[in-house]
């Protein structure tokens, strides 16, 4: 059991380039989620998916931000564009059902986003 | 006003002492409640649920004040493996998603 995977684990980009960040859920885990946590601030709610469909995207910043959960392969939250108020701790997390509290979720160690 | 407030802290506990501090939230409708352990660059690790009663696991004790609409996490005898940050998180209904505090910074120190 892997747990949740998350790579790359550290990232740095430059103002303007793309950022792709992925997690793999846990072994039957059909639902993931994707949380941002600023320096020294705690987690806040991206979005929500399930494989091929997003749920919920109310915390997802409306312009450079997208996610996809597809019938393959990881989970990818793409940051296009990016500037220095996205550098940032991206965590993500996994159940296996429709989150009904926090036991059932299990986070990822996360990737760092660095933009310089 | 945030959802979830907590005090950023950090709280310097002597090794041995008890230190307790709240977490307050804003939407009266919420219904289930946690406290997360933050280690320094680390995932969120669940500590405890909280539950109406209180509840207590070994060192820790959880409470829930519905009325004033407050959560509390005290920590007894502190080891200094206790120092990390801890975060409020709560849901506000059935299979909604989490929301956090910004998570108060707990040093224990010898």
């Known amino acids: 059991n892997a747990g949740v995977m998350q790579n790359p684990r550290h990232l740095v980009r430059r103002r303007g380039q793309e950022a792709r960040l992925r997690c793999s859920p846990m072994k039957g885990h059909s639902h993931v989620y994707w949380y941002r946590q600023l320096p020294e601030e705690g987690l806040k709610f991206m979005v929500y998916?399930?494989?091929?469909?997003?749920?919920?995207e109310s915390g997802m910043p409306k312009e450079r931000f997208s996610a996809e959960f597809p019938k393959e392969g990881p989970s990818i939250l793409r940051i296009q564009q990016v500037v220095r108020g996205d550098s940032a701790a991206y965590f993500c997390?996994?159940?296996?059902?429709?989150?009904?509290?926090?036991?059932?979720?299990?986070f990822g160690a996360g990737s760092r986003l660095t933009v310089l | 006003r945030k959802e979830v407030e907590q005090d950023p802290g950090p709280f310097n506990v002597p090794e041995g002492a008890t230190v307790a501090f709240n977490c307050t939230y804003s939407n009266s409708a919420s219904q289930s409640f946690f406290w997360y352990r933050q280690d320094c660059r680390k995932e969120p690790k669940l500590l405890m649920s909280?539950?109406?009663s209180g509840n207590e696991d070994g060192r820790f004790t959880a409470q829930l004040n519905r009325a004033s609409q407050y959560i509390s996490l005290l920590i007894r005898d502190s080891k200094l493996s206790d120092s990390a940050t801890y975060l409020c998180?709560?849901?506000?209904?059935?299979?909604?998603?989490?929301?956090f505090g910004g998570g108060t910074r707990v040093l224990v120190k010898p």
């Open positions: 998180v709560v849901i506000k209904a059935a299979g909604n998603k989490l929301t």
């Open positions: 909280v539950y109406s």
């Open positions: 998916l399930q494989k091929e469909n997003i749920i919920d």
């Open positions: 997390a996994s159940s296996r059902y429709r989150e009904t509290g926090a036991n059932v979720l299990t």
